[in-house]
């Protein structure tokens, strides 16, 4: 597919459970991003990648919260011990450079993870 | 930290009725300014974007901003609304001395637009 496609579309966990969400970016794209959108709320910053390393983690809410692109392409969002304030909807983006040069970033439809 | 503001919460119009959106930020630096919509059920679309150059920037759909930097504000437009505009929109900041894309959204505006 052409754009940045993220699985599962829903996900619903148990308190205190480990989950993983998918992001596979548009080809080619080297920046991938990861937000976090609540209820009523616009997206915020988690993690910035260029290429597989992680350039940027300061918007990861506590340790919980881990993010791997071992190959410079799918990234994988995961947490531990899961907790009911960690269900919203998480978005991944990417964009062909990232390194401030005037691009604009392409955003998946997004993971709505519910931890019950 | 940069941040970013939009004062209207749910916008309601009827078709054919002008639109602008309020957007302010707060950021003394260079910054690069996009406009997100949202339709129902579907993922974050691009609207338009300002780098630099001309500050009144035009994109899809007939939307526009303006881009004032004395106000730190980048207001959306459209002359005429239709039905289909029924969205949720996000103003978001790019404050480029951070070396990377990572962006600043305001919290959106639900807009309903009633036939």
């Known amino acids: 597919g052409a754009g940045v496609s993220q699985t599962p579309s829903n996900k619903v966990t148990e308190k205190g459970k480990y989950v993983e969400l998918r992001c596979d970016p548009i080809s080619g794209h080297t920046a991938l991003y990861w937000y976090r959108q609540s209820l009523g709320q616009g997206p915020e910053f988690l993690i910035y990648f260029q290429g597989t390393g992680a350039a940027d983690d300061s918007g990861l809410p506590n340790d919980r919260f881990f993010a791997v692109r071992p190959e410079g392409s799918v990234s994988t969002l995961k947490i531990q011990r899961t907790e009911r304030g960690d269900s919203a909807m998480y978005l991944c983006?990417?964009?062909?450079?990232?390194?401030?040069?005037?691009?604009?970033?392409?955003f998946g439809q997004g993971t709505r993870l519910t931890v019950v | 930290a940069q941040s970013v503001s939009q004062h209207n919460h749910h916008v309601i119009l009827s078709e054919a009725a002008s639109l602008e959106l309020g957007c302010n930020y707060s950021y003394g630096g260079t910054v690069n300014l996009f406009w997100y919509v949202q339709y129902p059920g579907q993922h974050l679309q691009l609207l338009l974007k300002?780098?630099?150059?001309?500050?009144l920037v035009k994109g899809i759909k007939g939307f526009e901003a303006e881009f004032i930097k004395s106000k730190f504000s980048f207001n959306l437009r459209k002359p005429s609304v239709q039905w289909s505009d029924t969205a949720e929109y996000f103003c978001?900041?790019?404050?480029?001395?951070?070396?990377?894309?990572?962006?600043?959204f305001g919290t959106g505006t639900r807009l309903t637009i009633i036939p």
């Open positions: 300002y780098f630099s150059g001309d500050p």
């Open positions: 983006a990417s964009s062909p450079s990232g390194r401030g040069s005037n691009t604009e970033a392409f």
């Open positions: 978001a900041v790019n404050a480029l001395n951070f070396g990377n894309e990572k962006l600043t």
